[in-house]
């Protein structure tokens, strides 16, 4: 987060400002966030406006209650002046090689049905063979550099183009994205929900996106598509690590589709 002052180009926030800036994203108020954290309103008020510097202790406490990204926390500390808390090693590193291998053969179990895991953004980071089998037929610029889960399902090209039911899964995705955002304030998904929603198909959903739509929702919302073994209805779901302190296990989720009916797991076990 930055700040732009006439005269002296770009600063960088304090830390009174990312917190009232997460404050206000959360919806609390000065007194509802002090009595949470056991601290007075006027000290909170004094933290906001720069009159006070926390202590590492009370910025991990407020950030804590407010739910910030290990990342975030990590940015918090330093504007307060204090050394990051959480460690944040790519999924590459040589540290994280039992959690990659652990990962990996959850998602090599899945199979035949698709699973990836996929970082905040839902760029796609590991993936089982069913998962890579979705993927024949998309356009090379979708799937590199690096791909990514709304842009892959929702772009023309992808497999938006071979979803029977795109209106319902498009908003699926929509909202699960937007609800991301909210959550981690992460400036590469606005840009990719910024790409995706002037996609042509998604653009024509806005009338469906209104509210009102799902007032009596479905218990689930099923990706149904078309495939060489027929149409295939598959559900989600999401997993997430715990008991993070690293920024990307924070950041990591596992999806994993499994067949919404029987004819779809005979498909994809080749039961025929």
Same mark, same amino acid.
């Given at each position: 987060?930055?700040?732009?002052?006439?005269?002296?180009?770009?600063?960088?926030?304090?830390?009174?400002?990312?917190?009232?800036?997460?404050?206000?994203?959360r919806?609390?108020?000065?007194?509802?966030?002090?009595?949470?954290?056991?601290?007075?309103?006027?000290?909170?008020?004094?933290?906001?406006?720069?009159?006070?510097?926390p202590?590492?202790?009370?910025?991990?406490?407020?950030?804590?209650?407010?739910?910030?990204?290990?990342?975030?926390?990590?940015?918090?500390?330093?504007?307060?002046?204090?050394?990051?808390?959480?460690?944040?090693?790519?999924?590459d590193?040589?540290?994280?090689?039992?959690?990659?291998?652990?990962?990996?053969?959850?998602?090599?179990?899945?199979?035949?049905?698709?699973?990836?895991?996929?970082d905040?953004?839902?760029?796609?980071?590991?993936?089982?063979?069913?998962?890579f089998?979705?993927t024949?037929?998309?356009?090379?610029?979708?799937?590199?550099?690096?791909?990514?889960?709304?842009?892959?399902?929702?772009?023309?090209?992808?497999?938006?183009?071979?979803?029977?039911?795109?209106?319902?899964?498009?908003?699926? *995705?929509?909202?699960?994205?937007?609800?991301?955002?909210?959550?981690? &304030? +992460? @400036?590469?998904? #606005? %840009?990719?929900?910024?790409?995706?929603?002037?996609y042509?198909?998604?653009?024509?959903?806005?009338?469906?996106?209104?509210?009102?739509?799902?007032?009596?929702?479905p218990?689930?919302?099923?990706?149904?598509?078309?495939?060489?073994?027929?149409?295939?209805?598959?559900?989600?779901?999401?997993?997430t690590?715990g008991?993070?302190?690293?920024?990307? *296990?924070?950041?990591?989720?596992?999806?994993?589709?499994?067949?919404a &009916? +029987? @004819?779809?797991s #005979? %498909?994809?076990?080749?039961?025929?």
């Amino acid at each position: 987060m930055t700040t732009t002052t006439a005269g002296s180009g770009t600063r960088r926030a304090g830390v009174g400002e990312l917190l009232r800036d997460w404050r206000n994203r959360r919806n609390r108020s000065q007194l509802d966030l002090s009595l949470d954290v056991g601290v007075s309103a006027r000290h909170l008020s004094f933290v906001e406006t720069g009159r006070s510097t926390p202590s590492p202790e009370l910025v991990l406490a407020l950030a804590d209650h407010l739910e910030v990204p290990l990342r975030e926390r990590n940015t918090m500390l330093l504007a307060a002046g204090y050394a990051p808390r959480y460690s944040h090693r790519p999924l590459d590193d040589d540290a994280m090689a039992t959690v990659r291998a652990s990962l990996q053969r959850m998602l090599d179990a899945h199979d035949p049905y698709p699973g990836v895991v996929v970082d905040r953004s839902w760029n796609v980071l590991l993936a089982n063979q069913a998962a890579f089998a979705f993927t024949d037929g998309v356009p090379d610029h979708l799937l590199t550099p690096t791909m990514n889960v709304f842009r892959l399902c929702l772009h023309p090209e992808g497999l938006a183009a071979r979803t029977v039911n795109f209106a319902d899964w498009a908003t699926y *995705l929509l909202r699960q994205m937007r609800r991301t955002i909210q959550l981690t &304030d +992460d @400036a590469d998904l #606005r %840009a990719v929900e910024d790409e995706v929603r002037a996609y042509p198909n998604v653009a024509e959903l806005d009338e469906v996106l209104a509210p009102g739509h799902w007032d009596d929702p479905p218990l689930l919302v099923p990706l149904t598509i078309t495939s060489d073994a027929g149409e295939l209805s598959m559900f989600t779901t999401l997993t997430t690590f715990g008991t993070p302190l690293d920024v990307t *296990l924070d950041e990591l989720s596992l999806e994993l589709f499994f067949p919404a &009916d +029987d @004819a779809t797991s #005979r %498909a994809m076990r080749g039961d025929g």
